[in-house]
């Protein structure tokens, strides 16, 4: 079946643009996490959405970053003015449960550049 | 808090074994391992729960030390397909159930 897809796969914007950033997870899973990944870093967890429970945010770096998940299927990151420093590959995974106890299935990221 | 991953670096030549370890300054419920190979997304190699359960792959061994809050994956006889980065994930009692902590990484270098 069909894995975790991403769009864009690229993504190059000013500082100060708002960019969003879509995720599609594999249907049926209820998990859906979004990470941030700078050159040479590790995974830098964002923000979680089990079901219809509310999202855990204590990721978020700022208030300049924001997530939706419509309908317990698609998600949208969204930056608000973005800054240099906002530069990384933005990845999204999806699991069928609680992501603690099912293995996580990542998508192929989005890398944002903000000249 | 993200769990410290050592080494940081390691080369091989195919066929030697490699130990990757990783621990926490939390009580841990879970540890998940992922492999990323430049440029792709990471893929699950095995997760270790609580309690002694364990799911991934047969190939790969790991181990989950509770009192310790520590973790270690086990490379034996690499292949030049084992190299790649290494990523431990926790899942700890202070964060959101599901919610998984990663570490930084531990590059894995195989030669001929």
């Known amino acids: 079946g069909a894995g975790v897809s991403q769009s864009p796969s690229n993504k190059v914007t000013e500082k100060g643009k708002d960019v969003e950033l879509r995720c599609d997870p594999i249907?049926?899973?209820?998990?859906l996490y979004w990470y941030r990944q700078s050159l040479g870093q590790g995974l830098e967890f964002l923000i979680y959405?089990?079901?219809?429970?509310?999202?855990?945010k204590s990721g978020l770096p700022s208030d300049r970053f924001s997530a939706e998940r419509t309908g317990g299927s698609v998600s949208t990151l969204t930056i608000q003015r973005t800054q240099q420093e906002d530069s990384a590959v933005y990845l999204c995974?999806?699991?069928?449960?609680?992501?603690?106890?099912?293995?996580?299935?990542f998508g192929p990221g989005t890398r944002l550049t903000v000249l | 808090q993200q769990p410290v991953q050592s080494p940081q670096a390691v080369i091989l030549r195919e066929g030697e074994d490699a130990v990757i370890n990783c621990s926490s300054s939390?009580?841990?419920?879970?540890v998940h391992w992922y492999r990323q190979k430049h440029g792709e997304a990471p893929v699950f190699l095995m997760i270790?729960?609580?309690?002694?359960e364990q799911k991934g792959h047969e190939k790969i061994s790991a181990s989950f030390n509770e009192k310790k809050q520590q973790s270690s994956l086990y490379l034996t006889a690499s292949q030049l397909s084992y190299s790649g980065t290494y990523f431990c994930?926790?899942?700890?009692?202070?964060?959101?159930?599901?919610?998984?902590?990663f570490g930084k990484g531990t590059k894995l270098s195989v030669k001929p």
């Open positions: 995974a999806s699991s069928p449960g609680s992501g603690a106890y099912n293995e996580q299935f």
């Open positions: 249907s049926g899973h209820t998990a």
């Open positions: 959405f089990q079901g219809n429970s509310a999202p855990d």
């Open positions: 939390k009580a841990l419920y879970s």
């Open positions: 270790l729960l609580k309690g002694g």
């Open positions: 994930g926790t899942g700890d009692y202070g964060g959101s159930q599901g919610n998984l902590i």
